[in-house]
Every structure is written in structure tokens, then in C-alpha cells.
């Protein structure tokens, strides 16, 4: 089946309908908090990024330190959930983490802001005067993230393959246009797009092995798999350093050989290649 993951926006109803579409449908359903839980088992690296961010504007440099190893955290914890499909994942943003592949799929839910304001004052009983300052606050602060970490506008609307607005469509309608997403032929996983997450997988194990290494965790270095061979790109280093760098890619487990190129670490493109 599919992997969708859903960006939601503050107080927008999603925790609900999550709560529907794991009745209906049985699909394990992760959260960014959940990700977040196995990031933390290294040095409580999520906590520390969301505390930096506030000053990120002025304290650009700590920030800066955290945003690699938090990544590369974050899309091994991530990838290690989707490696089994029929996974719905809902966060803000962290699906920018990951490219494209067949199986995944982009999703965006909105609600108007009067039905956020009602269920703000609901959950955290307070007047309409704080929750929409509670809001617009939120808002800001995952434009914000989003631009820090992944350098996109989490409201440009190509950056989903579906926008749901639940000021038009009940929440069991919602539920019901996500379980036949999970279902839809497009979407389903085949061999060769479950063999491109488990390159991605091992790729980012090689990265987790790096940035919680403290030989090698100050250096942001990238890696590809092709055939069981790890291709590294990264600063420039010295005969020491570089050694350090091979001998802890080699240890992963699937690694049969590593080569190492001199270079800026590539990013996702969200809108290419073609899904595999």
C-alpha cells in the first residue's frame, strides 16, 4: 500500500482524523512527536533545535550547528518507519525530508481559521483573544522552520500531491479520500520503489553512524548507496580525518565498499526526479 504523509497546519482537526482513518482502515499512524522520541535517544538533539530556533534570526551559527545531525536523525527515524508501507505520518514539514518515490504520497489538510479558533479554545480552554494569538503565533513559527531547515515555503502548494480543506469536507469524508489513497493502484509500493527506500535507509544509517560518531560529527557529510557501495560527499579533509570517515562507513551493516568526493552535500528536490 501507500505511504502518505500529511502536513498539517496548527489546531486544523488532523489528530481526529487520524483517529478515523486508524479505526477504518488500520494503518499505523506516526507523528512528528514520535520521530522525535528516537531523535532525543542522541543527545536530546530535537528538544535543542526547537529551543535554538527562537533565536535563529540572531544565533544563527548554534543553530546552524544542530539543523545536519537533526536531519539526518530525523529521516533515519523516518525512513525506518516507512520502510514497511501502509504508514500515514502527520507533521508540518518533515516530509520534506525525504524524495520522491511511487509509494509516497504528499498530502496537505487545512481548516478554515474559525473552526482552528473553536478547537484552540477547546483544547487548551481559553478565550478567543489568546487562542488566536496562540494561532497566528504557531503559524509563523513552522513558515519559519520550514525555511531554516529545509529552505521551502510549507504554503506553495507543489510541495503536495493533494490539498484537503476541512472547512469543505466532512472528516469522514476526508478519512474516506484517504483510505482509497492508501488503496489507489498509482500509489502502491512495487520491488523497485520498497528497494529505493532501503538505499535511502541505508544511506541515511551511514549518516546516523557519522554525525553520532565524535571523530566525525562536526562534519556534515552526505551519502548515496548504489550496490552496496557508499558514495560520500563532504569538506575536505585531512589523511586522519578521512580515514575515520571510511573506517565508520565501512562498519555499517550492507556496506561492502565507500569512496569519498570533496564537495557540498546534495539536497532533495522535491519536485524531480520521477518517482521510481
Not at 506516526?30 to 540572531?58: C, F, H, M, P, W
Amino acid at each position: 500500500m501507500a505511504v502518505i504523509f500529511i502536513s498539517r497546519g496548527t489546531m486544523s482537526g488532523v489528530h481526529l482524523l487520524m483517529d478515523c482513518l486508524c479505526t477504518r482502515s488500520k494503518v499505523r499512524c506516526i507523528s512528528r512527536e514520535d520521530l522525535e522520541k528516537d531523535v532525543n535517544r542522541y543527545g536530546r538533539i530535537a528538544t535543542r533545535v526547537l529551543q535554538k530556533l527562537t533565536q535563529a534570526s540572531t544565533a544563527y551559527e548554534q543553530f546552524s550547528e544542530l539543523r545536519w545531525p537533526y536531519m539526518v536523525l530525523m529521516r533515519k527515524a523516518m525512513l525506518g518507519e516507512v520502510r514497511r508501507d501502509n504508514t500515514v505520518y502527520h507533521g508540518f514539514s518533515s516530509h520534506l525530508l525525504l524524495p520522491l518515490v511511487k509509494h509516497f504520497v504528499r498530502v496537505r489538510i487545512d481548516a478554515p481559521f474559525d473552526m482552528r479558533l473553536t478547537m484552540t479554545m477547546e483544547r487548551l480552554t481559553c478565550d478567543e483573544r489568546k487562542a488566536r494569538e496562540y494561532i497566528t503565533r504557531a503559524d509563523k513559527r513552522r513558515v519559519k522552520w520550514a525555511r531554516f531547515m529545509f529552505a521551502q515555503d510549507i504554503r506553495n502548494t507543489m510541495l503536495y500531491d493533494f490539498h484537503v480543506n476541512l472547512g469543505r469536507v466532512s472528516l469522514n469524508a476526508a478519512c474516506g479520500i484517504l483510505e482509497h489513497i492508501l488503496s489507489e493502484e498509482d500509489f502502491q509500493a512495487t520491488p523497485e520503489s520498497q528497494a529505493e527506500v532501503e538505499r535511502l535507509y541505508l544511506a541515511s544509517c551511514i549518516e546516523t553512524a557519522l554525525v553520532t560518531d565524535p571523530r566525525t560529527a562536526s562534519k556534515e557529510i552526505s551519502a548515496e548507496v548504489q550496490d552496496h557501495t557508499a558514495n560520500l560527499i563532504g569538506p575536505y579533509l585531512e589523511d586522519p580525518e578521512l580515514k575515520a570517515v571510511l573506517e565508520i562507513a565501512r562498519q555499517v551493516p550492507g556496506i561492502e565498499g565507500v569512496r569519498y568526493a570533496p564537495g557540498y552535500a546534495p539536497k532533495f528536490d522535491m519536485n524531480g526526479p520521477p518517482r521510481c
